[in-house]
């Protein structure tokens, strides 16, 4: 394909070459898999990850490795090589398995990932580091910087999977392109059946909500939304942990730093609110197993979210250890098969159209979902140049009806956190001038040794 010149902002992004990879072994006669209804419920958002590696290369040397690893991949994967259209009868999604392939696209950045802006992702990452060309469900890009350090993009639609999912395809292509053992035998039934007949608990209808593509595209939005990328030390990490264990409970790292944002999105809540809210992402691959292994290679979407609301008076007032206790007892009314048996029941009387949480639509005031990465890989994804400095997820979407904060392990491996953000600009500004100093805009010195 002909080269391409991209300006944005401070720097400049030469599209080099883009390749259509197709899987490499033979696969199964063309056929369609029909999305299950924990896939109908996750939608068709894009989901992104990026990925950074200081070392020196060739972006020459190493594409046509990636290229030829990411084929063998794709044969293990082969609903990723697949397109997703709208099947005429039931409007919903399906993926067809017809290997036309994932799109990867090779490019040049004018700058040292010295000169980076790790924290200001408005600025620094969308139309530059990542593909959006809607045909491809899997999309690449491999960025090189003038310094010989790369970046890696990696864009998805939901359909395909949930972050479970596209963690084993990332450690999969790893291991094919290190040469190791593949240690994922992936699972691509999408068994996720409802009961006969379906049933669910009624309260369900307060979280979820039917809706229309009109209704995603036109979502209220709290105002503007400042896309951020914040470094947390594991110091501050313990230290939110400790003042959440008091009273004599253990609290989870994640259930800590949930009832520290809470609480600092409660303090900056337009006053014409009584109530803010917060959300979290929860797996269903333990709680619909019959043991802790049985579906933990099972690729699709197995997600629920799980909801609190909570007077802003009392989080201002509360200690970190107070709305610990209610962040986990709203987690712990998720995190168990009846919930997700009935989520799935839900959908089935809910089909055929588009489902969402109805804070995801902006449709319940002020609120924040958290989504833990902690067993995402991010060390691991070494493809044979090293190890990545940084490894992230990171948002294409421009409208949102609640604000985001995603979680993952530093690259470090000390325990500390990268936290990539969505967030409104007065909750941003909170974070950042709070006295505990908890959260710290990401520069170099976060990244580089």
Request: hydrophobic share 40%; glycine share 6%; net charge neutral.
């Given at each position: 394909?002909?080269?391409?010149?991209?300006?944005?902002?401070?720097?400049?992004?030469?599209?080099?070459?883009?390749?259509?990879?197709?899987?490499?072994?033979?696969?199964?006669?063309?056929?369609?898999?029909?999305?299950?209804?924990?896939?109908?419920?996750?939608?068709?958002?894009?989901?992104?990850?990026?990925?950074?590696?200081?070392?020196?290369?060739?972006?020459?040397?190493?594409?046509?490795?990636?290229?030829?690893?990411?084929?063998?991949?794709?044969?293990?994967?082969?609903?990723?090589?697949?397109?997703?259209?709208?099947?005429?009868?039931?409007g919903e999604p399906e993926i067809i398995c017809d290997n036309s392939g994932a799109l990867v696209t090779e490019a040049q950045a004018s700058i040292p990932l010295k000169e980076f802006d790790f924290y200001n992702l408005n600025q620094s990452f969308q139309g530059k580091l990542v593909s959006t060309?809607?045909?491809?469900?899997?999309?690449?890009?491999?960025?090189?910087?003038?310094?010989?350090?790369?970046?890696?993009?990696?864009?998805?639609?939901?359909?395909?999977?949930?972050?479970?999912?596209?963690?084993?395809?990332?450690?999969?292509?790893?291991?094919?392109?290190?040469?190791?053992?593949?240690?994922?035998?992936?699972?691509?039934?999408?068994?996720?059946?409802?009961?006969?007949?379906?049933?669910?608990?009624?309260?369900?209808?307060?979280?979820?909500?039917?809706?229309?593509?009109?209704?995603?595209?036109?979502?209220?939005?709290?105002?503007?939304?400042?896309?951020?990328?914040?470094?947390?030390?594991?110091?501050?990490?313990?230290?939110?942990?400790?003042?959440?264990?008091?009273?004599?409970?253990?609290?989870?790292?994640?259930?800590?730093?949930?009832?520290?944002?809470?609480?600092?999105?409660?303090?900056?809540?337009?006053?014409?609110?009584?109530?803010?809210?917060?959300?979290?992402?929860?797996?269903?691959?333990?709680?619909?197993?019959?043991?802790?292994?049985?579906?933990?290679?099972?690729?699709?979407?197995?997600?629920?979210?799980?909801?609190?609301?909570?007077?802003?008076?009392?989080?201002?007032?509360?200690?970190?250890?107070?709305?610990?206790?209610?962040?986990?007892?709203?987690?712990?009314?998720?995190?168990?098969?009846?919930?997700?048996?009935?989520?799935?029941?839900?959908?089935?009387?809910?089909?055929?159209?588009?489902?969402?949480?109805?804070?995801?639509?902006?449709?319940?005031?002020?609120?924040?979902?958290?989504?833990?990465?902690?067993?995402?890989?991010?060390?691991?994804?070494?493809?044979?140049?090293?190890?990545?400095?940084?490894?992230?997820?990171?948002?294409?979407?421009?409208?949102?009806?609640?604000?985001?904060?995603?979680?993952?392990?530093?690259?470090?491996?000390?325990?500390?956190?990268?936290?990539?953000?969505?967030?409104?600009?007065?909750?941003?500004?909170?974070?950042?001038?709070?006295?505990?100093?908890?959260?710290?805009?990401?520069?170099?010195?976060?990244?580089?040794?």
């Open positions: 394909m002909a080269s391409e010149n991209v300006i944005h902002g401070k720097f400049e992004v030469k599209i080099v070459r883009k390749t259509i990879v197709k899987a490499a072994d033979p696969l199964p006669e063309r056929h369609i898999i029909s999305l299950s209804n924990l896939d109908l419920l996750s939608g068709r958002f894009p989901v992104t990850y990026i990925y950074f590696y200081s070392k020196p290369q060739s972006i020459h040397s190493i594409s046509n490795t990636l290229i030829e690893s990411l084929s063998q991949c794709l044969s293990h994967f082969y609903p990723f090589a697949g397109t997703i259209s709208e099947n005429k009868k039931s060309e809607h045909f491809f469900p899997v999309q690449v890009q491999i960025t090189s910087y003038i310094c010989g350090g790369i970046s890696m993009t990696f864009t998805f639609d939901h359909a395909l999977g949930d972050a479970s999912a596209f963690g084993k395809f990332l450690v999969t292509w790893s291991e094919i392109a290190m040469k190791k053992p593949i240690s994922c035998s992936p699972d691509h039934s999408r068994g996720l059946l409802a009961r006969l007949p379906p049933r669910y608990d009624p309260s369900l209808d307060e979280s979820f909500i039917t809706c229309t593509m009109e209704d995603i595209c036109n979502m209220p939005t709290i105002s503007i939304l400042l896309k951020r990328l914040y470094y947390i030390d594991y110091s501050n990490i313990d230290r939110l942990q400790r003042l959440a264990n008091t009273n004599g409970k253990k609290r989870t790292k994640i259930e800590a730093f949930s009832a520290y944002i809470w609480q600092v999105m409660a303090k900056v809540v337009d006053k014409s609110h009584n109530n803010c809210r917060m959300g979290w992402l929860v797996d269903g691959r333990t709680r619909l197993s019959k043991n802790q292994n049985s579906m933990s290679n099972y690729i699709g979407n197995m997600l629920s979210l799980a909801f609190a609301d909570s007077d802003i008076k009392n989080l201002k007032q509360g200690s970190i250890a107070d709305i610990a206790e209610i962040v986990h007892k709203a987690i712990t009314t998720v995190t168990n098969e009846a919930h997700f048996r009935n989520l799935i029941d839900w959908v089935e009387c809910h089909r055929p159209g588009l489902m969402l949480a109805k804070s995801v639509l902006g449709l319940m005031g002020p609120t924040i979902v958290i989504s833990s990465g902690r067993r995402f890989p991010v060390a691991e994804l070494d493809f044979g140049f090293g190890s990545p400095v940084l490894g992230t997820a990171c948002s294409t979407i421009e409208r949102l009806g609640v604000g985001y904060l995603n979680q993952r392990q530093s690259a470090r491996g000390d325990g500390s956190w990268t936290v990539s953000a969505i967030l409104w600009p007065e909750m941003v500004e909170a974070l950042e001038l709070d006295p505990n100093h908890i959260v710290q805009p990401m520069n170099l010195n976060h990244i580089l040794p």
